[in-house]
């Protein structure tokens, strides 16, 4: 598929000014920045185009290139246009990403390693939302050396390589690549006397319990994240993120589809033809609801109670409960109740069974 043209992704006119192309840019950085869309990967794709787009056109030798002879120009000299990855783009960029959701950036740019969480719930808990303590082992600051991953009573040493800048500038031809230091993975210190408990890492696997607030609403699947929940990483950054995977387990009565609870309700051939008032049960513990079944209720029908299903996860509502009517056939008859089959099949004028047994029926009688 052919590339989309960069003034159009920004929507700006080809005319446009640094101000002009930075303000464009941070508008849609701000709207599909993968803090604000988690999961979604189009706008995981419209955010990597947009910062693709803004790193040529702020660039006046690549934005003449392009200007001259569109992407292909850029291929042809090897500018293959913006960063490829997160890593690259809020590094590339980290003045548009300033003051990001609140301060001091949206997104670190080096941050500990996130953690999974699997939550297995009941139908109901994930229905209404609940409160979960859990316990989860995951890295924590070393106590015997406080973090640093020197034995005690000795301190790291200053990168030969980086010289404590914890970055490494390579040149190729007329641009400067600054990247990590492969000697000190960026922590601008070496260690010379790892701890002896830590192994260097200054930091051990603990136990934690976590407190996990599950709002109403949520379904199979859903994913909760719990921020700074996550493990420090091994140069003092920052925590990650603790991920919360749902497990709803089945109900013995209700499924659920999106908002909607739908349950199966037996009735009799009699209540289906004079109709009922039937008790029908709803899915919050002890509340049940009559309900009026007219006269000539069809198996397969549906009846539907509105504001009784699953809460909306946005807090606006709730779903339906959707009732499908399903006529029992008896398995077993009494002899009234054979007699009077017989006669309202005669007065219907439907041929049935003939009603005298025979040999091999008296024998299962």
Not at 298 to 326: A, C, F
């Given at each position: 598929?052919?590339?989309?043209?960069?003034?159009?992704i920004?929507?700006?006119?080809?005319?446009?000014n640094e101000?002009?192309?930075?303000?464009?840019?941070?508008?849609?950085?701000?709207?599909?920045?993968?803090?604000?869309?988690?999961?979604?990967?189009?706008?995981?794709?419209?955010f990597?185009?947009?910062?693709?787009?803004?790193?040529?056109?702020?660039d006046?030798?690549k934005?003449?290139?392009?200007?001259?002879?569109?992407?292909?120009?850029l291929?042809?000299?090897?500018?293959g246009?913006?960063p490829?990855?997160?890593?690259?783009?809020?590094?590339s960029?980290?003045?548009?990403?300033?003051?990001?959701f609140?301060?001091?950036?949206g997104?670190s740019?080096?941050?500990?390693a996130d953690?999974?969480l699997d939550?297995k719930?009941?139908?109901?808990?994930?229905?209404?939302?609940t409160?979960?303590?859990?316990n989860?082992?995951?890295?924590?600051?070393?106590?015997?050396?406080?973090?640093?991953?020197?034995?005690?009573?000795?301190?790291?040493?200053?990168?030969?390589?980086?010289?404590?800048?914890g970055?490494?500038?390579?040149?190729?031809g007329?641009f400067?690549?600054?990247?990590t230091?492969?000697?000190?993975?960026?922590?601008?210190?070496?260690?010379?006397?790892?701890?002896?408990?830590?192994?260097?890492?200054g930091s051990?696997?603990?136990?934690?319990?976590?407190?996990?607030?599950?709002?109403?609403g949520?379904?199979?699947?859903?994913?909760?994240?719990?921020?700074?929940e996550?493990?420090?990483?091994?140069?003092?950054?920052?925590p990650?993120?603790?991920?919360?995977?749902?497990?709803m387990?089945?109900?013995?009565?209700?499924?659920?589809?999106?908002?909607?609870?739908?349950?199966?309700?037996p009735?009799?051939?009699?209540?289906?033809?004079?109709?009922?008032?039937?008790?029908?049960?709803?899915?919050?513990?002890g509340?049940?609801?009559?309900?009026?079944?007219?006269?000539g209720?069809?198996?397969?029908?549906?009846?539907?109670?509105p504001?009784v299903?699953?809460?909306?996860i946005?807090?606006?509502?709730?779903g339906d409960?959707?009732?499908?009517?399903?006529?029992?056939?008896?398995?077993?008859?009494?002899?009234?109740?054979?007699?009077?089959?017989?006669?309202?099949?005669?007065?219907?004028?439907?041929?049935?069974k003939?009603?005298?047994?025979?040999?091999?029926?008296?024998?299962?009688?």
């Amino acid at each position: 598929m052919s590339k989309r043209d960069f003034y159009q992704i920004l929507g700006v006119g080809r005319d446009a000014n640094e101000t002009e192309l930075k303000k464009a840019y941070r508008k849609l950085a701000m709207q599909y920045h993968p803090d604000k869309n988690p999961g979604d990967n189009e706008a995981e794709e419209m955010f990597k185009e947009a910062a693709e787009a803004y790193d040529v056109l702020k660039d006046q030798e690549k934005r003449q290139i392009y200007d001259q002879f569109g992407h292909e120009g850029l291929k042809g000299r090897g500018m293959g246009g913006g960063p490829g990855g997160f890593d690259d783009i809020f590094s590339s960029f980290g003045d548009i990403f300033d003051g990001f959701f609140g301060g001091g950036g949206g997104r670190s740019r080096s941050t500990g390693a996130d953690l999974r969480l699997d939550l297995k719930l009941k139908f109901e808990e994930a229905a209404f939302g609940t409160q979960k303590t859990v316990n989860i082992n995951k890295r924590e600051s070393c106590d015997t050396c406080r973090g640093s991953g020197s034995k005690p009573g000795t301190s790291p040493q200053v990168c030969g390589m980086c010289r404590g800048s914890g970055q490494f500038i390579q040149q190729q031809g007329f641009f400067s690549i600054k990247t990590t230091c492969p000697t000190c993975n960026g922590a601008g210190k070496k260690i010379v006397s790892p701890c002896s408990d830590c192994r260097g890492q200054g930091s051990t696997l603990k136990p934690k319990e976590i407190s996990v607030n599950v709002p109403a609403g949520v379904d199979n699947g859903s994913r909760l994240r719990l921020r700074g929940e996550g493990e420090r990483g091994p140069n003092g950054e920052p925590p990650g993120d603790i991920y919360v995977i749902i497990h709803m387990q089945p109900h013995e009565f209700f499924h659920r589809e999106e908002y909607d609870l739908y349950c199966r309700l037996p009735i009799s051939f009699s209540q289906a033809a004079l109709g009922a008032e039937i008790e029908v049960p709803l899915l919050e513990e002890g509340k049940t609801k009559v309900i009026s079944l007219p006269q000539g209720t069809q198996s397969g029908n549906t009846y539907r109670i509105p504001g009784v299903g699953i809460p909306h996860i946005q807090g606006r509502g709730k779903g339906d409960q959707v009732l499908q009517i399903v006529i029992e056939t008896p398995k077993k008859l009494s002899k009234k109740q054979k007699e009077l089959f017989q006669e309202l099949a005669e007065i219907d004028g439907k041929a049935v069974k003939n009603k005298h047994m025979g040999f091999f029926e008296k024998l299962m009688s």
